[in-house]
């Protein structure tokens, strides 16, 4: 399908672009789940875990997922309760966490409709308790029943791999209409640890042209400013409230991303996050969303044209690797790129 480009963000007209994701030439959703957790797949079988937290390690990888209860053991003392997902990620040749260790990565931060009046609670996902489950040795989910505001039930399914790549699927059900624009916008972010540098690096181009693609590092100067980047497409443009408040949904950097997948670079080992061409993830990034000095590097996801009661989903992999230079990088996420945009 083919959609007309009609304008961009500017904030002071409180719009930003978004993809137009419905497959109106034969009526099915482009974001459809794919019935991968428990929420969607009754055949799934799982063990509740009791504690607030669970260990996962497979090949060089290590990981410590959580829900969103406050943790204090040992590998992770005085973690805060509110932030979920990977509250640790550890590599054998860089034992320091990536995260920042009392807030997390891939963390479910926001859900809202571009409104103010709907935003009752900016981070409602913190706001409602998760349960942990326990699918195999590698595996586990982070369900969430149906939340105060939004009603959206959700299950994010942590894996890690046989090469130690994290892969991580959402999927969630509008359990009643909320939105009153037609859309959901769903947030995530990982609070990086005092990296050196706090850029994000991805291939694409300067907005609305038709330059060839080419590395960009890509930084923004302020909280809000500059700090999102969105796929190369046709788009639509929809209204966000004049005072919206979560200004790192669509302040728009003067760039959009050509190949579905970024990095930055910590401690000498390189965070890659990649995702499915076909779910048309927003990159988004902040210098100092984890406090000062811990940079944010983050992505968003919008489901237009929302039916209550059907179920959508998205799936991306993190790669925590040694980092040697761009062009190894580039070969070892390969295959994992590979996979999702065959997917």
Same mark, same amino acid.
């Given at each position: 399908?083919?959609?007309?480009?009609?304008?961009?963000?500017?904030?002071?007209?409180?719009?930003?672009?978004?993809?137009?994701?419905?497959?109106? #030439?034969?009526?099915?959703?482009?974001?459809?789940?794919?019935?991968?957790?428990?929420?969607?797949?009754?055949?799934?079988?799982?063990?509740?875990?009791?504690?607030?937290?669970?260990?996962?390690?497979?090949?060089?990888?290590?990981?410590?997922?959580?829900?969103?209860?406050?943790?204090?053991?040992?590998?992770?003392?005085?973690?805060?309760?509110? @932030?979920?997902?990977?509250?640790?990620?550890?590599?054998? &040749?860089?034992?320091?966490?990536?995260?920042?260790?009392?807030?997390?990565?891939?963390?479910?931060?926001?859900?809202?409709?571009?409104?103010?009046?709907?935003?009752?609670?900016?981070?409602?996902? !913190?706001?409602?308790?998760? &349960?942990?489950?326990?699918?195999?040795?590698?595996?586990?989910?982070? @369900?969430? #029943?149906?939340?105060?505001?939004?009603?959206?039930?959700?299950?994010?399914?942590?894996?890690?791999?046989?090469?130690?790549?994290?892969?991580?699927?959402?999927?969630?059900?509008?359990?009643?209409? #909320?939105?009153?624009?037609? @859309?959901?916008?769903?947030?995530?972010?990982?609070?990086?640890?005092?990296?050196?540098?706090?850029?994000?690096?991805?291939?694409?181009?300067?907005?609305?042209?038709?330059?060839?693609?080419?590395?960009?590092?890509?930084?923004?100067?302020?909280?809000?400013?500059?700090?999102?980047?969105?796929?190369?497409?046709?788009?639509?443009?929809?209204?966000?409230?004049?005072?919206?408040?979560?200004?790192?949904?669509?302040?728009?950097?003067?760039?959009?991303?050509?190949?579905?997948?970024?990095?930055?670079?910590?401690?000498?080992?390189?965070?890659?996050?990649?995702? !499915?061409?076909?779910?048309?993830?927003?990159?988004?990034?902040?210098?100092?969303?984890?406090?000062?000095?811990?940079?944010?590097?983050?992505?968003?996801?919008?489901?237009?044209?929302?039916?209550?009661?059907?179920?959508?989903?998205?799936?991306? !992999?993190?790669? @925590?690797?040694?980092?040697?230079?761009?062009?190894?990088?580039?070969?070892?996420? &390969? !295959?994992?790129?590979?996979?999702?945009?065959?997917?």
């Amino acid at each position: 399908m083919h959609v007309r480009y009609t304008g961009h963000f500017a904030i002071t007209h409180a719009l930003f672009t978004f993809i137009s994701i419905a497959r109106s #030439a034969c009526g099915v959703h482009d974001l459809y789940a794919d019935g991968i957790t428990s929420l969607t797949n009754a055949t799934v079988r799982y063990e509740l875990i009791e504690e607030h937290y669970i260990q996962l390690t497979r090949g060089d990888i290590s990981v410590i997922v959580v829900d969103n209860s406050a943790v204090d053991i040992p590998e992770l003392p005085k973690h805060r309760a509110g @932030y979920n997902g990977i509250a640790s990620l550890k590599h054998t &040749q860089q034992r320091k966490n990536v995260f920042v260790p009392t807030i997390s990565g891939l963390n479910f931060e926001h859900i809202h409709d571009g409104t103010t009046a709907g935003l009752t609670e900016k981070f409602e996902p !913190r706001k409602f308790p998760m &349960q942990l489950r326990k699918i195999n040795e590698f595996t586990v989910e982070l @369900y969430q #029943a149906p939340t105060g505001n939004w009603k959206l039930e959700s299950c994010g399914r942590y894996s890690l791999l046989t090469d130690g790549t994290l892969e991580y699927t959402f999927e969630c059900i509008p359990r009643a209409n #909320a939105y009153s624009k037609g @859309y959901i916008g769903l947030f995530w972010a990982s609070y990086i640890d005092k990296p050196k540098d706090k850029a994000i690096h991805f291939k694409g181009h300067q907005k609305h042209t038709a330059k060839s693609s080419r590395w960009i590092k890509a930084t923004t100067p302020s909280h809000g400013i500059e700090s999102t980047h969105p796929p190369n497409a046709n788009h639509n443009t929809i209204e966000v409230d004049l005072d919206f408040p979560l200004t790192l949904v669509g302040n728009l950097s003067n760039y959009e991303y050509l190949e579905s997948w970024y990095y930055g670079v910590s401690d000498q080992m390189a965070l890659a996050f990649m995702f !499915r061409p076909k779910d048309k993830i927003w990159f988004a990034q902040s210098p100092s969303g984890g406090g000062k000095g811990n940079p944010a590097w983050d992505f968003q996801w919008f489901i237009q044209d929302v039916t209550i009661g059907k179920s959508y989903g998205f799936t991306m !992999r993190a790669g @925590y690797l040694p980092f040697v230079g761009r062009e190894s990088l580039e070969k070892e996420t &390969q !295959r994992n790129r590979n996979a999702l945009q065959n997917q």
